[in-house]
């Protein structure tokens, strides 16, 4: 009966017990799923000028109102950028997009240009935001940037518009 009841308590020890997982605390890539449309832009540091270029691509005003697309089976998704002013143009940009957990406690969502003959896993570089929040329509991203020698975040929200998910 003893040998019962250690066999019991063992089991009811390892079954209680967390399990290590990397991705335990990612969210689901399924919270993405759909289109998003970047509502607003704003900048966290000291106090001063700031001028973010985003994504070696554009002036961070290009990307308020911006859509991106995201499909979470096969981390495949686009984004557009939005002419708001004089200083920006339409542009259209395919991406590969996954989750990554970092050692600040943040998990981070990244992504590589791609394109039509352009594969991901051929691509070395990318780009890398610490996701602040993220719910079922509506995703805060932190994105580190720098203004002449200064360090500042650019603070990048999105809020879904929309199920679907056509490129």
Not at 55 to 64: H, I, T
């Amino acid at each position: 009966m003893k040998k019962l009841i250690y066999m019991t308590l063992v089991i009811l020890a390892f079954s209680c017990s967390g399990s290590k997982s990397t991705t335990a605390s990612q969210p689901n890539k399924k919270l993405l799923k759909g289109t998003w449309e970047v509502t607003n832009i704003k900048f966290i540091g000291d106090k001063g000028l700031y001028k973010a270029f985003l994504f070696d691509l554009a002036d961070s005003s290009c990307f308020k109102g911006g859509e991106w697309v995201f499909i979470p089976n096969n981390g495949s998704g686009k984004f557009s950028t939005s002419v708001n002013s004089s200083v920006c143009e339409a542009y259209t940009q395919a991406i590969h997009w996954s989750f990554l957990e970092s050692t600040d406690g943040y998990t981070q969502f990244q992504f590589k240009y791609i394109g039509d003959n352009i594969k991901a896993k051929n691509v070395k570089s990318g780009y890398r935001a610490s996701i602040q929040e993220i719910s079922d329509n509506m995703m805060i991203i932190k994105v580190p940037s720098e203004y002449q020698g200064n360090p500042f975040d650019v603070i990048m929200t999105f809020n879904k518009t929309s199920d679907s998910i056509e490129l």
